[in-house]
């Protein structure tokens, strides 16, 4: 049976390449619904009324099995991403169809319109595996965390990572003057404050500033604005969607959208100078972030005046050591010429992040040997 063409839900794909789910039914109830959740993910779907040649099969990023149809293709050879769509919430049988047909997933319509609508949207937007989020926070004011972050993601970014960067500090500079892009177009923060629901990740690095290859998510240099939490979670998880590297840059006091993001993160670095003063604040800062993400480790900042090493002062506050970064001349001179932390290629910044990376992202390019355990 060829493919449909449903003009007030958008065409359906007769290409077998197309990158659009593979949508299985007769069932016109059910077809209105799946054409539907398809046009507001932005899908263009594969739709046939049997079970499908070999090659769509096999090639479809998604495919959404009606039940009408579970029994025909559960003839085809097994693959990953299969969904079997019920409409009789009573029907304890189709379970077993759904073992028959090897199914990830059995839902129901519409009750599971939601999460299918995430599913059909990760399918058009090639998802892999999420991004690892990295939040970074300073021991005490003025620590050099946000430019930790930033040289994060310019390492990332260098080593061709998809990488964005979110200045979750209302109160801070801005990471996109520190990045040099502080006129640069592309959305910032008051731009995306009403986010809700779903957000596109590939439309979201987009729209955000793109600096040294790096989408950077930041703030304007209007009055201070407070980010409610859900509109950081619409933010973040579009980031992670794309996959790579998403790097936040965190407040040390949290408001509710900052203690958000921290609990979505995969990990955190504490920037500590190696003060007694700064050690005294990181260990309250460490208690608290500790509370909301479990891998929280230090990296401590020489100079200083404290006679002790960074594994001892790890230790003090209870965490694990990172690595240590010494002071890097010309940082200042650098920013103001537009020049962002880690572009030194041989700078202690660029090392410890090479190093960083190279351990949390197996699969990074980047060589340059560094402190980082």
Known sequence: MPALTIDQYGSASDDPGAAGPLILTEDEALTEQLLRLCAAA??????????????????????????????????????????????????????????????????????????LLDRIADAVEGSASPALTVAVLGGRGGSGASTLACALAVTA????????????????????????????????????????????????????PRLHQISALSWDRGSPLQISPIAMHSVLAAARRRGGLVVLDLPRHLDPAAAHALEQADTGLLVVPAELRAMAAAGRVAAAVGMRLADLRAVIRWPGPVGLRGTEIAHGLGLPLAGEITHEAGLTVDAERGRPPGARARGPLARFCSAYLAAVLPSTSVTEGGMAS
């Open 42 to 115: 932005g899908a263009q779907p594969q739709l046939l009324g049997g079970a499908p040649p070999l090659p769509r099969w096999e090639t479809a990023p998604l495919v959404l099995v009606g039940d009408d149809q579970s029994k025909r293709c559960a003839e085809l050879p097994r693959r990953p991403g299969v969904v079997l769509l019920g409409l009789d919430l009573d029907d304890c049988e189709i379970w077993v169809r759904g073992v028959q047909l090897g199914a990830e997933q059995v839902v129901f319509l519409p009750d599971a319109q939601a999460w």
């Open 157 to 208: 970014a260098g080593a061709g990572h998809h990488t964005m960067l979110i200045d979750g500090d209302p109160m801070g500079g801005g990471l996109d003057v520190l990045l040099g892009g502080e006129s640069a177009d592309g959305l910032r923060w008051p731009d995306l404050a009403g986010t809700r629901g779903r957000v596109s990740g590939a439309e979201l690095a987009a729209a955000l």
